[in-house]
Protein backbone atom coordinates (compact mmCIF):
# COMPACT_ATOMS: atom_id res chain seq x y z
CA UNK A 1 0.00 0.00 0.00
CA UNK A 2 1.62 3.31 -0.91
CA UNK A 3 2.28 5.76 1.60
CA UNK A 4 0.03 9.34 1.52
CA UNK A 5 2.68 11.89 0.44
CA UNK A 6 2.38 14.71 3.10
CA UNK A 7 2.28 17.63 0.93
CA UNK A 8 -0.57 16.65 -1.96
CA UNK A 9 0.38 18.24 -5.12
CA UNK A 10 -2.73 19.24 -7.59
CA UNK A 11 -3.24 19.77 -11.38
CA UNK A 12 -6.79 21.20 -11.64
CA UNK A 13 -8.56 20.44 -15.61
CA UNK A 14 -11.31 22.83 -15.68
CA UNK A 15 -13.92 21.80 -18.76
CA UNK A 16 -15.14 25.60 -18.95
CA UNK A 17 -18.20 24.52 -20.93
CA UNK A 18 -19.66 21.91 -18.04
CA UNK A 19 -18.39 24.59 -15.65
CA UNK A 20 -20.28 27.77 -16.63
CA UNK A 21 -23.80 25.34 -17.44
CA UNK A 22 -22.94 23.96 -13.70
CA UNK A 23 -22.96 27.47 -12.31
CA UNK A 24 -25.68 28.81 -14.57
CA UNK A 25 -28.34 26.07 -12.79
CA UNK A 26 -27.03 26.49 -9.63
CA UNK A 27 -26.38 30.73 -9.38
CA UNK A 28 -28.56 31.95 -12.12
CA UNK A 29 -25.55 33.10 -13.98
CA UNK A 30 -26.05 33.84 -17.23
CA UNK A 31 -22.25 34.08 -18.56
CA UNK A 32 -19.00 32.33 -17.79
CA UNK A 33 -17.78 34.89 -14.93
CA UNK A 34 -15.50 32.49 -13.06
CA UNK A 35 -11.62 32.92 -12.72
CA UNK A 36 -10.61 29.73 -12.63
CA UNK A 37 -7.44 29.99 -10.98
CA UNK A 38 -8.75 32.06 -8.28
CA UNK A 39 -11.76 28.78 -7.92
CA UNK A 40 -8.91 26.63 -8.44
CA UNK A 41 -6.72 27.93 -5.96
CA UNK A 42 -9.29 28.27 -3.35
CA UNK A 43 -10.48 24.72 -3.45
CA UNK A 44 -7.17 22.77 -3.25
CA UNK A 45 -6.30 25.83 0.02
CA UNK A 46 -9.82 24.00 1.46
CA UNK A 47 -8.07 20.75 0.99
CA UNK A 48 -4.99 21.47 1.85
CA UNK A 49 -3.16 20.35 -1.51
CA UNK A 50 -0.55 22.86 -3.07
CA UNK A 51 -1.48 23.45 -6.48
CA UNK A 52 0.88 23.32 -9.43
CA UNK A 53 -0.75 23.38 -12.94
CA UNK A 54 -4.70 24.92 -13.80
CA UNK A 55 -5.06 23.92 -17.00
CA UNK A 56 -8.47 25.21 -19.39
CA UNK A 57 -10.48 23.43 -22.35
CA UNK A 58 -13.16 25.32 -24.27
CA UNK A 59 -14.52 24.91 -27.41
CA UNK A 60 -15.06 28.79 -28.67
CA UNK A 61 -16.94 29.92 -32.06
CA UNK A 62 -15.32 31.29 -35.14
CA UNK A 63 -16.03 35.25 -35.55
CA UNK A 64 -18.13 34.70 -38.29
CA UNK A 65 -20.79 32.34 -36.56
CA UNK A 66 -20.74 34.47 -33.34
CA UNK A 67 -18.58 37.60 -33.22
CA UNK A 68 -20.18 38.29 -29.67
CA UNK A 69 -19.07 35.21 -28.33
CA UNK A 70 -15.43 35.01 -30.18
CA UNK A 71 -14.84 38.30 -28.84
CA UNK A 72 -15.60 37.19 -25.16
CA UNK A 73 -13.72 34.35 -25.40
CA UNK A 74 -10.67 35.88 -27.01
CA UNK A 75 -10.10 38.22 -24.23
CA UNK A 76 -11.23 35.84 -21.32
CA UNK A 77 -8.65 33.36 -22.53
CA UNK A 78 -5.99 36.18 -22.92
CA UNK A 79 -6.69 37.29 -19.46
CA UNK A 80 -6.35 33.63 -18.71
CA UNK A 81 -3.07 33.00 -20.02
CA UNK A 82 -1.39 36.00 -18.17
CA UNK A 83 -2.19 34.64 -14.90
CA UNK A 84 -0.36 31.00 -15.85
CA UNK A 85 -3.19 29.27 -17.15
CA UNK A 86 -2.77 26.93 -19.67
CA UNK A 87 -5.82 26.80 -22.46
CA UNK A 88 -7.02 24.39 -24.95
CA UNK A 89 -9.08 25.61 -27.35
CA UNK A 90 -10.95 23.76 -29.99
CA UNK A 91 -13.73 25.44 -32.48
CA UNK A 92 -17.13 24.82 -32.25
CA UNK A 93 -18.81 22.71 -34.92
CA UNK A 94 -22.48 23.45 -35.81
CA UNK A 95 -25.02 20.93 -37.08
CA UNK A 96 -28.79 21.59 -37.61
CA UNK A 97 -30.96 19.53 -34.94
CA UNK A 98 -34.92 18.85 -35.01
CA UNK A 99 -37.18 19.16 -32.26
CA UNK A 100 -40.74 18.45 -32.24
CA UNK A 101 -42.59 20.51 -29.56
CA UNK A 102 -46.00 19.32 -27.53
CA UNK A 103 -48.24 20.50 -29.59
CA UNK A 104 -46.49 17.94 -32.78
CA UNK A 105 -45.35 20.58 -34.64
CA UNK A 106 -41.00 20.20 -35.89
CA UNK A 107 -38.75 22.74 -35.52
CA UNK A 108 -35.11 23.07 -36.78
CA UNK A 109 -32.52 24.79 -34.47
CA UNK A 110 -29.02 25.43 -35.18
CA UNK A 111 -26.77 23.92 -32.43
CA UNK A 112 -23.42 24.02 -31.49
CA UNK A 113 -20.87 21.08 -30.52
CA UNK A 114 -17.41 20.66 -29.10
CA UNK A 115 -14.96 18.18 -30.87
CA UNK A 116 -11.95 17.01 -29.63
CA UNK A 117 -11.92 18.62 -26.30
CA UNK A 118 -13.18 16.24 -24.06
CA UNK A 119 -10.65 13.32 -26.24
CA UNK A 120 -7.76 16.11 -25.13
CA UNK A 121 -8.82 16.87 -21.03
CA UNK A 122 -8.93 12.40 -20.80
CA UNK A 123 -5.64 12.34 -22.15
CA UNK A 124 -4.01 15.07 -20.78
CA UNK A 125 -5.51 14.16 -17.47
CA UNK A 126 -4.04 10.17 -17.79
CA UNK A 127 -0.99 11.80 -18.97
CA UNK A 128 -0.61 13.56 -16.02
CA UNK A 129 -0.75 10.68 -13.43
CA UNK A 130 1.11 8.44 -15.64
CA UNK A 131 4.00 10.53 -15.60
CA UNK A 132 3.57 11.27 -12.00
CA UNK A 133 3.35 14.79 -12.22
CA UNK A 134 0.31 15.27 -9.65
CA UNK A 135 -1.15 12.72 -6.50
CA UNK A 136 -4.56 15.05 -7.01
CA UNK A 137 -6.72 15.53 -10.10
CA UNK A 138 -8.95 17.93 -9.55
CA UNK A 139 -11.23 17.80 -12.48
CA UNK A 140 -13.95 20.89 -12.51
CA UNK A 141 -16.67 18.54 -14.43
CA UNK A 142 -19.97 16.51 -14.26
CA UNK A 143 -19.35 14.74 -17.31
CA UNK A 144 -19.89 10.86 -16.62
CA UNK A 145 -17.55 9.82 -19.70
CA UNK A 146 -15.18 11.13 -17.48
CA UNK A 147 -15.59 8.32 -15.06
CA UNK A 148 -13.56 5.93 -17.43
CA UNK A 149 -10.58 8.17 -17.09
CA UNK A 150 -11.13 7.47 -13.47
CA UNK A 151 -10.59 3.90 -13.48
CA UNK A 152 -7.68 4.24 -15.91
CA UNK A 153 -5.86 6.51 -13.17
CA UNK A 154 -6.88 3.63 -10.43
CA UNK A 155 -5.15 1.29 -13.03
CA UNK A 156 -2.14 3.28 -13.08
CA UNK A 157 -1.79 3.66 -9.37
CA UNK A 158 -1.51 0.10 -8.97
CA UNK A 159 0.55 -0.29 -11.55
CA UNK A 160 3.14 1.81 -10.74
CA UNK A 161 2.18 1.48 -6.87
CA UNK A 162 1.09 5.41 -6.45
CA UNK A 163 -0.78 7.53 -4.04
CA UNK A 164 -3.23 9.15 -6.46
CA UNK A 165 -6.54 10.79 -5.78
CA UNK A 166 -9.10 11.83 -8.71
CA UNK A 167 -11.33 14.83 -7.74
CA UNK A 168 -14.06 15.84 -9.62
CA UNK A 169 -15.43 19.88 -8.38
CA UNK A 170 -18.59 21.49 -9.43
CA UNK A 171 -20.96 24.32 -8.27
CA UNK A 172 -24.29 22.80 -5.91
CA UNK A 173 -27.27 24.51 -4.78
CA UNK A 174 -30.90 23.64 -4.35
CA UNK A 175 -31.54 24.21 -7.81
CA UNK A 176 -29.07 22.37 -9.29
CA UNK A 177 -30.57 19.70 -11.56
CA UNK A 178 -27.63 17.35 -10.91
CA UNK A 179 -25.68 16.75 -8.00
CA UNK A 180 -23.73 14.37 -8.56
CA UNK A 181 -19.65 14.47 -9.22
CA UNK A 182 -17.98 12.10 -11.83
CA UNK A 183 -18.16 8.51 -10.76
CA UNK A 184 -15.31 7.29 -9.34
CA UNK A 185 -13.94 10.32 -7.93
CA UNK A 186 -14.00 12.62 -4.76
CA UNK A 187 -16.89 14.87 -4.78
CA UNK A 188 -16.27 18.32 -3.98
CA UNK A 189 -19.55 20.75 -3.93
CA UNK A 190 -18.59 24.59 -4.68
CA UNK A 191 -21.31 26.68 -2.70
CA UNK A 192 -22.22 30.13 -3.86
CA UNK A 193 -20.09 31.49 -1.11
CA UNK A 194 -17.05 29.71 -2.25
CA UNK A 195 -17.80 30.57 -6.10
CA UNK A 196 -18.75 34.12 -5.54
CA UNK A 197 -15.39 34.35 -3.99
CA UNK A 198 -13.35 33.70 -7.42
CA UNK A 199 -15.82 35.69 -9.84
CA UNK A 200 -13.68 37.22 -12.36
CA UNK A 201 -13.88 41.43 -12.31
CA UNK A 202 -13.95 41.77 -15.90
CA UNK A 203 -16.49 41.54 -17.97
CA UNK A 204 -15.46 40.75 -21.98
CA UNK A 205 -18.92 40.66 -23.33
CA UNK A 206 -18.31 43.63 -25.96
CA UNK A 207 -20.31 46.70 -25.32
CA UNK A 208 -23.29 47.29 -27.71
CA UNK A 209 -23.27 50.39 -29.59
CA UNK A 210 -24.25 53.99 -28.12
CA UNK A 211 -25.84 56.67 -30.13
Known amino acids: MPAEPAIKRAIAFVDGQNLFRCAKTAFGYSYPNFDVHAL ?93 RADVLLVFSQDQDLSEVADEIRTIAVAQDLWIKTASAFPSSPTSTNRRGINGTDWIRIDRALYDSCLDPRDYRPRPNTP
Open 40 to 132: ASAVCARQDWQLGEVRFYTGIPDPADDPAWSHFWAGKLLQMSRQGVITYTRSLRYRNQRLRLPDGTEHTILVSQEKGIDVRLALDIVSAAHHQ
